[in-house]
């Protein structure tokens, strides 16, 4: 029988920039191992274990029975963009006009087309390192510089305002910001956002704000740059359903930016993906609406489980974790085991059966620290630490 070999082929040079996101790397591992009958605790993805609540499943249903199943416009059906406008206002103190919302599938999109449509080739971009790995794969992707600012354990994971002022320069096009934050669960305080805003008064430099989390706050309450004087016209909210209603698989965020700005996000959004499904934005008129009573119910449990996961990783030699006070990860430094990140992480899913992520996933400054998702059962938390106090007595 004849057989036809693959010829190779030519693809374009920036693939080559393109990153990935580990944690899904490391839960095809998981399961892999799981298949030959290992058991494996998940702490390695960012995704709520909760059900997404009821009343927004059968807000769904109930869409797809009325017949919302069909194209709607590229920036979002008027009735989520409306509701996204007036929770925001309420939320954040500031006038937010449906106009200025783009509603997409999932959150990323907002990053990818902000940095498509903003960021010219040589062009730098400031972002958090670490920080979710997706930002310094884009900006390259498109042919920006990314220039990373840290976020470091003795500034409490905080951003230092004064190192990304000092990092800004005349190329300098955007900011990215993510409060809480992903990986550390920092969260940047009022004093210094104010204290960026006043730098930023009078330069024409975009701020991408990603407050995914901002429900998921256990200390203080969230802020955001765009309640700044000045900073509204500059700033891209970037926001979403996955994590505040556990809705991670229905692929639904959204930006909230100037008129202008919103338009030609509109117009990526139908040259990429013609519109966000109809009755996933039916049910998210419901999520916005509706009960909010399931989100204050998990935001305590996940409270609970950062307690437990906190202190029982600071019983365990080596470790050293301080105790984030937004999104749902805890970055403990490693140091002390004398263990690189990557190797650390690895040695935990193959001989602990504790799938984490190692510190380097989200830059070169994660180096000697690990992510742990804290999204999972108490139960499973706590027989995730006896399994690493186990490990590290016996290798370290």
């Excluded at 997409?104 to 907002?110: A, D, E, L, M, S």
């Excluded at 830059?363 to 998702?373: A, I």
Aim: hydrophobic residues 40%; proline residues 5%; contains cysteine.
């Amino acid at each position: 029988m004849a057989t036809t070999a693959h010829r190779t082929f030519r693809l374009a040079e920036r693939m080559s920039r393109l990153g990935t996101e580990s944690a899904f790397e490391v839960l095809v591992r998981a399961r892999e191992l799981e298949a030959r009958g290992k058991e494996i605790i998940h702490l390695e993805i960012g995704e709520p274990d909760f059900a997404t609540p009821p009343n927004i499943v059968e807000a769904a249903a109930r869409a797809l029975r009325e017949g919302w199943t069909h194209y709607g416009p590229p920036a979002g059906l008027p009735q989520l963009r409306g509701s996204i406008a007036e929770t925001t206002s309420e939320h954040l103190g500031i006038p937010v006009d449906a106009g200025e919302v783009v509603v997409t599938p999932g959150g990323k999109p907002i990053m990818f087309f902000t940095i498509l449509a903003l960021v010219n080739e040589g062009e730098e971009v400031l972002y958090p390192n670490p920080g979710f790995p997706i930002y310094e794969s884009m900006i390259q992707f498109v042919g920006g510089l990314a220039v990373p600012y840290g976020l470091r354990e003795d500034h409490d994971f905080d951003s230092d305002v004064d190192e990304i002022i000092a990092k800004i320069s005349e190329r300098t096009r955007l900011i990215i910001l993510n409060s809480p934050h992903n990986p550390t669960g920092g969260v940047m305080g009022r004093a210094e956002l104010a204290k960026l805003a006043e730098a930023l008064a009078g330069r024409d430099i975009f701020v991408l704000s990603d407050e995914i989390y901002n429900r998921l706050i256990y200390e203080g309450e969230h802020a955001s740059l765009a309640q700044f004087p000045g900073m509204k016209e500059w700033t891209i909210i970037l926001n979403g359903f996955s994590k505040t209603y556990a809705m991670t698989g229905w692929r639904m965020g959204y930006g909230i930016m100037r008129p202008d700005l919103a338009r030609q996000l509109a117009l990526l959004m139908t040259n990429s993906n013609s519109c966000t499904a109809s009755f996933t934005q039916i049910a998210g008129v419901e999520a916005l609406r509706g009960d909010q009573s399931s989100v204050d119910r998990m935001r305590e449990e996940l409270r609970r489980r950062r307690d437990v996961i906190v202190e029982g990783l600071n019983r365990i030699p080596g470790f050293g974790c301080r105790q984030p006070h937004g999104a749902f990860y805890v970055f403990p430094n490693i140091q002390g085991t004398g263990r690189k990140a990557r190797a650390l992480a690895d040695a935990l899913l193959n001989d602990a059966g504790v799938a984490c992520l190692g510190g380097t996933a989200f830059g070169k400054w994660g180096e000697g620290y690990l992510r742990f998702s804290f999204a999972n059962s108490v139960e499973n938390i706590q027989r995730a630490l006896e399994r690493i106090a186990h490990w590290a007595d016996n290798n370290l």
